[in-house]
């Protein structure tokens, strides 16, 4: 499996990121493209993306944390919203399905901006995929 990643300019800087849907078992599908970061412990997905589907997010629990999430200075609590299906088409246009535990990150910190949604290095580690650097771009593969 090879997922092509595009660059573009998130929170200042350009960054990989990958074009993904993302579907709780109950409300319906929605998409976002997500900063590919191997410094973020979870995947996050974007408050304002959760909005559009009217999901009420703020009952599930928060995530237990010694201190809020710090992302490049953005303070965030975590809302658990279990485990969840994420989707990402391969080069060779087939959809891949990963089951995985996502967040929604409520901001704490007063900013101006949507945040973007985060796959962060549990999803690369549960899933054998790395970042691959090639001569027309950045990939995901799937390790052996």
């Known amino acids: 499996m090879k997922i092509k ?3 573009a300019k998130s929170l200042g800087f350009d960054r990989d990121m990958a074009s993904i849907g993302f579907k709780h078992p109950q409300f319906a599908r929605v ?3 997500a900063i590919i970061d191997t ?13 559009t589907r009217r999901m ?6 928060k995530l237990e944390l010694e201190s809020p999430l710090n992302l490049g200075g953005i ?3 975590l809302r658990d919203l279990g485990e969840c299906s994420i989707f990402m088409f391969d080069t060779n246009d087939k959809l891949n399905e990963f089951k995985h535990r996502a967040y929604v990150g409520v901001s704490l910190t007063p900013i101006n901006m949507k945040l973007p ?3 962060g290095i549990d999803f690369l580690k549960k ?9 027309d771009g950045s990939y995901l593969i799937k390790s052996q």
């Open 56 to 61: 009420p997010y703020k009952k599930y629990p």
């Open 117 to 119: 949604s985060f796959i």
């Open 75 to 77: 303070l965030m609590e």
């Open 5 to 7: 990643l595009k660059s």
């Open 127 to 135: 899933n054998k995929l790395s970042i691959n650097f090639e001569e």
């Open 31 to 33: 998409f976002d493209n």
């Open 39 to 51: 410094g973020c412990p979870y995947v996050i997905i974007s408050e304002s993306v959760i909005k």
